[in-house]
């Protein structure tokens, strides 16, 4: 399945996050919903793009759950 991602349009990709398994699709998505501050979302899309360090980065900042980024620096790192 080939999805055509054009700049600005990642909110209807959203829904096929469980389908897209390039991490660098993954991460463009994650940031996109970063900067759009819908954290949850780009949480989802940092964990199935394995970029910890950003996932970590995002619950501590935003998210504001420590624990859980420290479950993930220890599991994970």
Do not use: W
């Not at 993954?26 to 964990?47: D, F, G, T």
């Not at 619950?59 to 220890?74: G, S, T, V, W």
Request: hydrophobic share 40%.
């Amino acid at each position: 399945m080939s999805i055509y991602i054009q700049i600005g349009k990642f909110e209807l990709v959203t829904p096929f996050i469980d389908q897209i398994t390039s991490p660098a699709i993954l991460v463009m998505i994650a940031k996109s919903r970063e900067a759009e501050k819908k954290y949850k979302e780009a949480e989802k899309a940092y964990e199935r793009a394995n970029d910890f360090e950003n996932l970590i980065r995002l619950n501590l900042e935003n998210l504001d759950n420590p624990q859980k980024a420290k479950h993930i620096f220890r599991s994970k790192c």
